[in-house]
């Protein structure tokens, strides 16, 4: 069992940044793969970001270039570092853990976190 925590979203205003933090637990966060989703008012939950244990990551088309996925495997912290936010960044984001599956499908990831709210003011 993996125990997620995200933290770190809040209200910023276009072109602003912020990190998001998840702390995890109950399990070798070094041999995990990690993800960010966000799920936006009214749309399905989506694919942001992801950390392979082996160090690989994959970046959403849509914020490539602005946001950044990192990991601290002796402090069992995933991040994402989002620069230059866009109204349209706004949503929960949230979270994921497998130890099996790297990739942007929601359905395979066993672990999630509660999320954080992300606002993006015009």
């Known amino acids: 069992q993996v125990q997620l925590e995200e933290s770190g979203g809040g209200l910023v205003q276009a072109g602003g940044s912020l990190r998001l933090s998840c702390a995890a637990s109950?399990?070798?966060?070094?041999?995990?793969?990690m993800g960010w989703f966000r799920q936006a008012p009214g749309k399905e939950r989506e694919f942001v970001a992801a950390s392979g244990w082996n160090a690989g990551t994959l970046l959403a088309r849509s914020v490539e270039g602005r946001f950044t996925i990192s990991r601290d495997n002796a402090k069992n912290t995933l991040y994402l570092q989002m620069n230059n936010l866009k109204p349209e960044d706004t949503a929960v984001y949230y979270c994921?853990?497998?130890?099996?599956?790297?990739?942007?499908?929601?359905?395979?990831?066993?672990?999630w976190g509660q999320g954080t709210q992300v606002t993006v003011s015009s």
């Open positions: 109950g399990a070798k966060f070094s041999g995990h793969n």
């Open positions: 994921a853990a497998d130890p099996r599956y790297f990739g942007i499908s929601q359905r395979e990831l066993d672990y």
